[in-house]
């Protein structure tokens, strides 16, 4: 609610949305590179900035399930990836509270 | 708890026969003495601490408006002497000097000096002197002196029959405490002389603005189908411009009726075309073309037939500031991209600051063409430094996302610490100074005679800049803002007032010369006041907008409703609950 600036990011490494260029991540906030998401490869991210999160839902991925919601770009509306809002199994608890976004949807603005 | 003082009492035997009191009271001459014996400190440099950046000027002066504002009036005035930082105007202090020595007639004499000009005003200033003095002699036991101001100086001055036959009654009480009781006053050594202060000092803002403050609101304009973010009278007064989260700007025709409820208002134009949310709005000085700003571009409009005539794309992120040159021969836009540019009336880039230290987020220039403020985020020191700052600062070293990943993805990175009021000189487009401050600065406006500087700071401050003496005069507080872009305006005869949006709903409105909160006007539904706007052409109106999809013009109550009313400040009566569910709701139809 109310108006707000969009955030830039600063750092050796900035990930943007491929379509707009709005900054999203730093490559200080990965914590992995290994995962797969609709369009390939993908990354999990500590902190997101700029995105609009959508509806949570329970997803059967390939590690059991997860309640997740769809990311979306805030200028342009792309959507980027996912955030996890709950991990069914025990072992990836870890994932809680982070974000996906797909390495095909982003581009270096920095 | 018996407060009477035993030989050092506070009356000033002089008051009623010699009024111009020679300070003969012990608390004048001690306060006096405290004033005038406190030797000036005078210290090296221009910070807190040698190795500080804290401006030691703007400290001392916040630590006396606070020491005042809670009540602690000596030690301020003590700091005040030492230090040599003087927040008041001289008449001010001296007003307030002589009240707190009783020097009841100097008082009363200074009162017309003090800009309180109406006879109804004075009236009830000289009422609220004379009844302090008339029960600090009772108090006192002199009662033939009391019965001489009861009927020599209250009486007189038309007051309610009711109020005069309560003091006289007074005169029955059986001893001080008695008296203190049955008048709910704590004597003249407690806090009475204090409150006398409070109340002269509300009433005399009140009564002399009273009649041309607009309080009340009476239209609601509802159109847009989203937050409404930003709005801009034309220079004539007739129009009002919007820009909204539902990617359009409106164009309201707001009638020149001075009765509201004759007055029609209507949404001239919906101009639609912006890909974008609308954020700025800025009519060219003839009124003739209204500027939006949608992201990266910025859209000039024939504001009469609302046909686009051009986009501009010269900005490569979210242009957050558009203002008009004073003498419409151009405009200026500002950009989170770091970007001033200079534009012709007809659009075409005539000059660029290029790439500046800090993403803008506001930007004005002053109507005396000297000078362009800006304020913004990010900042990053100009490479080679070509001038000298004000203060130190360090290569822009933005933390990388920090990791407490709880979800809140926005909140868990930190925000930018450099964050920078920058001051060019507009002829030249050199720097003149800047200043650093913690907190975003989301808007800036320029006095009309250019000589402050007002803006927000988040989180929850206004701060009232000297341009001329390159200083902080005074903050202003008590509105919400942590999250929003937030803005505010100077407003009311000779820019008096100070009005600003508020996170809480509210529109909050200050004296600009003390700092006294004035207002909290409530109306808005849920969400952010986001910005306010004083009718250029009326000074008994202004307008606010909000994320409750709304607009909102708010005028001075009409006389009749003010008659009908027994208190004055409660006009919460008068204000239509209903919101109604027509286009523009004529507020007045129900009160």
Redesign the interface.
Known sequence: ???????????ERVYGCATCRTHL??I??MISRAFNGQHGRAYL???????V?GEPNDRQMTTGKHTVRDIYCV?CGATLGW?Y?RAYEGSQKYK????ILERNLLVDVQ | MDRIPASNGHTNGNGLSSPIANGSSPLGNGVQKHGSSIARVSLPGSTLYDDSYIDRQEFVRLVIQSLRDVGYIESAATLEAESGYSLEAPEVSEFRQYILNASWGSAEALLVRLGVADEESLWEARFLIGQQKYLELLEARKTAAALQVLRNELAPLNVDPDQLHLLSSLMMSSDPEDLRRRAGWDGASGASRQQLLAELQRQSFYSSYFDAFPRVTTMILEVHAD?V??IAWSHNGEYLASAS?DKTAIIWRIGSESEPSMRECAPELILRDHP?SV?CVAWSRDDAILLTSA?HLIKMWDARSGICLRTLDAHS??V?ALTWLPDGSGFISGG?DRKIILWDAEGKQRDSWGITAM?V?DLAVSPDFSRLVSVGM?YVAPTPPAHEFEHGHGR???P????S???A??A??PR?PENWMIIYDLASKQMESSIRLDGELTSIKISDDSRYALFNRSPDEIHLWDLAAGQLVRKLTGQRQE????RSCFGGIDGNFIVSGS?DGNVYVWHRDSGSLLEVLSGHG???V?SVAWNPRNERMFASCS?DNTIRIWEVPPTDAFELSSGRADYSQLEPSGKGKGKVNQQWDGA
């Not at chain 1, 609610?1 to 750092?11: E, I, Q, S, V």
């Not at chain 1, 991210?45 to 995105?51: A, E």
């Not at chain 2, 990388?400 to 990791?403: E, L, M």
């Open positions: 609610m109310g108006m707000k600036y969009r955030r830039y990011l600063a750092g991540a730093t200080h906030s991210f500590d902190g997101v900035v700029n995105i999160e200028k955030k809002d809680e509270g982070k974000f | 937050e973010w930003n989260k974008y954020g992201d992120e979210t957050s989170l993403r987020t990010d822009d070293t933005s990388p996302i920090s990791g990943g709880n979800g993805s926005i868990n990175v930018s999250h929003n872009v937030i996170e849920e969400g952010s986001n994320d």
